[in-house]
C-alpha cells in the first residue's frame, strides 16, 4: 500500500526564533496600527494561527525583510484582478518552488493511495474579517453549496467525480474532514494546488446571508435587488467569486484583500491581518502593505511598464518587449530580468484533425503528411531570427526541467530535412505539382493551406513568415488569416480551421501526479483536435468521437492514469504518452525555452533573478511567493 503523507510541523509563536512575544509591538505592521489603537482587530497573537505556517526564507536563500510600500502592476482589463489569487498563491495544498505538494492553508494532509484525503485545520485559524475558519466551512461548501443543484447544477467540479461518482465527505472532529472515493483520485491534489483550484471551502458566516436555506425570504429578495439579479443562485455566486474578487466584503485567505468594488480604473488590495504565514523571526506575512491595479489597454502595458509606472510587471509584457524595457533601467529605478517560460512550445502549429475540408482532413491523419511538414521547418533560422538565438527548437513536449523529459521527445521529427520531407509527401500520394511548383491534392486543388492567428502576437506573424518560405520549398503554399482570438476559438470548434497557430502544452514543466490530459483529446479548445475534446468534455452529448487510432490510444492511456495509485504507473503512462504524443507529432513544436522578461523595482527584494513562467502550475510568479517580496529603502 502506497500512503503519502506530509505534514508541516508549525510551532507556537512563542517559540518562533527571535519573536520572545507575538504581541511585540515591533513585529505589528505600521499598516494595520490604526486598526489596533481602535481595537477593530486583535493583536498578532491572536490573529495567526497557534500553528501558523513558517516560510524558512534563509533556508530558501531569501532574505527576511520588513514591512511597508505598495507595489503597483498594470492589467489589461478589470478581469485581471483575478491575478491577486494567482500571484497570492495561498492554497488548502499547493507547490512549492520544485513543485512538490505541501500543505499551506492546511496544517497537514494524508494521502492513502489517492483514495482517501484526510485534511487537518490550523488550529485559530481566521479569515480576513476575522472569523473562524472550522470543518462548519467545509461542510457549508459541500453540503450547500456542490451539492445544491440550484448552486451547481452540473453537480460539481470533473475533477471531484470518479467513475461519475462524487467523494464521500466527513467532519471528523471541527479541525479535521475527510474526502474518499473507492476508487484513486490522482486529480484531487493537483486540482486543489492549481493557478484556478478547486474550491473546497467558504467563509460560511458571511455566505448564508445569501443562501436561500439560511436567509428569509424578504430580505434574500431585497439583497437580490440591491445586485441586480434575478435568482438567488446568481446572487450567491456573485457574492462568493474568489477567483475573481470582485465582491470586496468577501472574506479571503489570501495575503492580500480587495478593497475596491467594481467598475473601476483602479483597484486596491490591502494586506490581510489575519494571513497564516510568518517568517522565521515571527513577522506576519505579506511584507509588502498594497497592490495597485492600474486598468489600462492591453497594447500599451509595455510602454506605461518601460515609462516607470510599474513597481512589478510579468503579464502584458513579452521577450518581444524586452530590449525596450531593458533600456528602463537607465531612466527609473528598475531591474528586468529574465524568466524561462514553461510551455511546451512558444509556438506551435496545429493541423486541424477535425477540419471541415473532407481531403485535408485525411491528409492531416496521415502520419507522413504531419511528419513532413515538420521536417520542413528550419528551426534554427526561427530561433535566431525571431528568438535571438536564445531559445531551443524543440517538438512540443516537456522541457528539461521536468522530470518527464527525455531527450527523443525534443528531437522527434525536428531536424530540418526538406529531402525527407518531400520524399514523405509523395510516398502520402502529393506526388504531382502544378507549373508553379505546387503539389496537388487528391482531388486535383494546389495543396494550399490557410493557417490561423488570433493575432495577438508579432512573434505568430515572424514566425510565419519563415515558414512560409520553407514550407514553398516543398510545394505547399501558406495563407495566413487573422481573427480576433473568440472568432478564432469559434472556427477552431466548428472545424472551419484547417490549421493554427498557438502556443504549445500549457505545462511544459509537468510531473507524474499531474494530469496529462493536454496530450489526449479532453478539451473543446485544444486546437488539433476541437470535436473530438468536446466530445470528451460533454459526455458524449456535443462533437464527435476519436476515429483516429493514436487519439483513441491517447485517451485509453489517460483513463488507465486515472486510475492508478502508484507513481511508478503513472510515470510510465505519461512516458508512454509523450512517446506517442511527440512521435506522431500531434501539433507542431517550433521552439522551447524561451525567455520572459520580469520588471521590478530595483529596491524589491526576494524576487528570484531566474524563475519558471507559465500560468500552470507555477502559477507566474505564485509559487515563488509574492507575500515574501519586500522594499530594502522603504517606498519605491
Request: aromatic share 10%; proline share 7%.
Amino acid at each position: 500500500m502506497v500512503t503519502r503523507r506530509t505534514v508541516l510541523a508549525g510551532i507556537g509563536c512563542s517559540l518562533l526564533p527571535g519573536a520572545a512575544n507575538c504581541a511585540d509591538r515591533e513585529l505589528e505592521p505600521e499598516f494595520l496600527e490604526p486598526q489596533l489603537k481602535a481595537r477593530s482587530i486583535p493583536p498578532l497573537v491572536q490573529r495567526i494561527p497557534k500553528r501558523p505556517r513558517i516560510v524558512g526564507l534563509k533556508e530558501m536563500g531569501r532574505i527576511p525583510g520588513r514591512y511597508g510600500g505598495t507595489v503597483r502592476t498594470i492589467i489589461g482589463s478589470a478581469k485581471d484582478i483575478r491575478f491577486m489569487t494567482i500571484y497570492g498563491y495561498a492554497r488548502l495544498v499547493g507547490y512549492d518552488e520544485k513543485l512538490n505538494f505541501q500543505p499551506d492553508i492546511l496544517e497537514a494532509f494524508e494521502a492513502d493511495r489517492d483514495t482517501v484525503f484526510t485534511f487537518t485545520l490550523r488550529d485559530g485559524h481566521r479569515w480576513s474579517d476575522g472569523s473562524p475558519l472550522t470543518a462548519d466551512d467545509f461542510r457549508y461548501w459541500w453540503e450547500d453549496v456542490i451539492l445544491n443543484k440550484d448552486l451547481t447544477p452540473g453537480g460539481g467540479s470533473l475533477d471531484l467525480r470518479v467513475d461519475g461518482k462524487l467523494p464521500r465527505f466527513e467532519v471528523l472532529d471541527a479541525l479535521t474532514i475527510r474526502y474518499s472515493w473507492d476508487a484513486p483520485n490522482p486529480n484531487f491534489l493537483p486540482s486543489i494546488a492549481a493557478p484556478q483550484p478547486l474550491i473546497l471551502v467558504g467563509p460560511s458566516a458571511y455566505l448564508k446571508k445569501f443562501h436561500e436555506k439560511y436567509q428569509d425570504s424578504f430580505r434574500l429578495a431585497a439583497l437580490m435587488q440591491e445586485n441586480r439579479v434575478k435568482k438567488w443562485a446568481d446572487l450567491h455566486i456573485k457574492m462568493a467569486r474568489e477567483y475573481r474578487p470582485e465582491n470586496p466584503e468577501l472574506p479571503t485567505l489570501y495575503p492580500w484583500r480587495n478593497t475596491t468594488k467594481p467598475p473601476a480604473e483602479q483597484f486596491v488590495f490591502e494586506r490581510n491581518p489575519f494571513f497564516h504565514r510568518v517568517d522565521e523571526n515571527g513577522r506576519q506575512l505579506p511584507y509588502i502593505d498594497r497592490f495597485i491595479l492600474n486598468v489600462s489597454s492591453s497594447a500599451i502595458i509595455a510602454a506605461k511598464t518601460g515609462a516607470g509606472e510599474s513597481e512589478l510587471q510579468a503579464t502584458g509584457i513579452d521577450f518581444s518587449d524586452y530590449t525596450f524595457l531593458k533600456d528602463a533601467e537607465k531612466r527609473y529605478p528598475v531591474k528586468v530580468d529574465l524568466w524561462k517560460s514553461t510551455r511546451g512550445s512558444r509556438v506551435a502549429i496545429f493541423p486541424n484533425l477535425n477540419c471541415q475540408d473532407e481531403v485535408w482532413r485525411r491528409l492531416f491523419h496521415d502520419v507522413r503528411v504531419r511528419r513532413a511538414l515538420s521536417l520542413a521547418i528550419d528551426r534554427h533560422e526561427i530561433n535566431m531570427a525571431v528568438f535571438f538565438g536564445l531559445a531551443t527548437p524543440s517538438a512540443d513536449t516537456v522541457l528539461p526541467e521536468s522530470p518527464l523529459f527525455r531527450p527523443e521527445y525534443a528531437n522527434a521529427w525536428i531536424a530540418h530535412d526538406p529531402e525527407e520531407a518531400n520524399r514523405l509527401l509523395d510516398q502520402a500520394g502529393l506526388d504531382k505539382r502544378n507549373s508553379d511548383d505546387i503539389r496537388l491534392l487528391p482531388d486535383g486543388r494546389p495543396a494550399e493551406i490557410t493557417i490561423e492567428t488570433p493575432g495577438e502576437s508579432s512573434v505568430d506573424t515572424d514566425v510565419l513568415e519563415l515558414v512560409t518560405d520553407h514550407w514553398r520549398r516543398i510545394g505547399i503554399a501558406l495563407f495566413v488569416r487573422t481573427s480576433q482570438r473568440e472568432i478564432f476559438r469559434s472556427r477552431a470548434m466548428g472545424g472551419r480551421i484547417m490549421m493554427s497557430i498557438w502556443y504549445g502544452l500549457d505545462n511544459g514543466v509537468a510531473t507524474a501526479d499531474m494530469n496529462p490530459g493536454q496530450l489526449a483529446p479532453t478539451m473543446d479548445d485544444q486546437m488539433q483536435w476541437p470535436l473530438w475534446g468536446m466530445y470528451h468534455l460533454s459526455h458524449g452529448e456535443q462533437g464527435t468521437a476519436p476515429d483516429m487510432p493514436t487519439a483513441v490510444e491517447l485517451a485509453k492511456l489517460l483513463d488507465q492514469w486515472q486510475k492508478s495509485a502508484e507513481l511508478k504507473d503513472r510515470t510510465a503512462i505519461w512516458h508512454k504518452m509523450l512517446s506517442l504524443y511527440t512521435q506522431e507529432v500531434l501539433s507542431i513544436g517550433i521552439v522551447n525555452g524561451t525567455e520572459q522578461p520580469i520588471l521590478r523595482s530595483s529596491r524589491l527584494q526576494n524576487v528570484p533573478s531566474r524563475g519558471l513562467y507559465g500560468f500552470n502550475p507555477t502559477c507566474y510568479l505564485g509559487v515563488y511567493m509574492p507575500d515574501t517580496f519586500w522594499f530594502s529603502e522603504g517606498q519605491a
